[in-house]
């Protein structure tokens, strides 16, 4: 055999071997190795017990090309504050409230989002949130933004965040100049 197909042959086993491994720590973390795209991850509890809050949830690509298209980024490591607007349980309920609130808001441009909690440090995990996402603490509680979440959910607060998650979310300062009302300038 000559050395060049040998070499070859040798990459080729320590790539299936980098796989498999990569695979069983996956599996050893309780990390699913293969899921759709479009359904979170879970595990059902035992009865009387708590639901784990370091379930897996992978993104969904509609959530994600939402999130991009009206400008999100990654905002890893840093701090926002949110106007949390709904907390559901399930990813489905949250979509289900934002897409319900979206025809309340009439020509205005919406910057509201869905996550899961267990993607800020600073709110409680094992939640779906309905959001919109602010550098300024005053901007975010202007009366004008608490109100819109209104139209989302009932008791929209701000809250003190910091992003765990390299998911795009549009932060509304990022998306264009604002005048000091809040409103996005022409």
Same mark, same amino acid.
């Given at each position: 055999?000559?050395?060049?197909?040998?070499?070859?042959? &040798?990459? /080729?086993?320590?790539?299936?071997? =980098?796989?498999?491994?990569?695979?069983?720590? !996956? =599996?050893?973390?309780?990390?699913?190795?293969?899921?759709?795209?479009?359904?979170?991850?879970?595990?059902?509890?035992?009865?009387?017990?708590? %639901?784990?809050?370091?379930?897996? $949830?992978?993104?969904?690509?509609?959530?994600?090309?939402?999130?991009?298209?009206?400008?999100?980024? *990654?905002?890893?490591? %840093?701090?926002? $504050?949110?106007?949390?607007?709904?907390?559901? +349980?399930?990813?489905?309920?949250?979509?289900?409230?934002?897409?319900?609130?979206? @025809?309340?808001?009439?020509?205005?441009?919406?910057?509201?989002?869905? %996550? +899961? *909690?267990?993607?800020?440090?600073?709110?409680?995990?094992?939640?779906?949130? /309905?959001?919109?996402? $602010?550098?300024? !603490?005053?901007?975010?509680?202007?009366?004008?933004?608490?109100?819109?979440?209104?139209?989302?959910?009932?008791? @929209?607060?701000?809250?003190? &965040?910091?992003?765990?998650?390299?998911?795009?979310?549009? &932060? $509304?300062?990022?998306?264009? @100049? *604002?005048?000091?009302?809040?409103?996005?300038?022409?």
């Amino acid at each position: 055999m000559r050395r060049s197909t040998l070499l070859i042959l &040798v990459a /080729v086993a320590l790539v299936c071997v =980098a796989v498999v491994a990569g695979l069983l720590l !996956r =599996a050893s973390r309780g990390t699913p190795i293969a899921s759709s795209p479009s359904a979170p991850t879970t595990s059902t509890p035992a009865p009387g017990s708590q %639901q784990s809050t370091d379930t897996w $949830y992978p993104p969904t690509a509609d959530r994600i090309a939402y999130a991009r298209r009206i400008g999100g980024v *990654s905002h890893m490591g %840093q701090t926002l $504050y949110v106007i949390l607007a709904a907390t559901e +349980k399930t990813e489905a309920a949250a979509r289900a409230r934002l897409d319900a609130a979206i @025809p309340k808001f009439g020509d205005t441009e919406l910057y509201y989002v869905v %996550q +899961k *909690s267990d993607n800020f440090k600073g709110l409680p995990p094992g939640d779906w949130i /309905v959001i919109e996402c $602010y550098r300024d !603490r005053a901007h975010a509680a202007l009366k004008e933004n608490l109100d819109f979440g209104r139209l989302v959910g009932p008791d @929209p607060r701000v809250v003190k &965040v910091v992003v765990e998650t390299t998911e795009p979310i549009p &932060v $509304y300062e990022d998306l264009g @100049p *604002s005048d000091a009302s809040g409103t996005t300038a022409p």
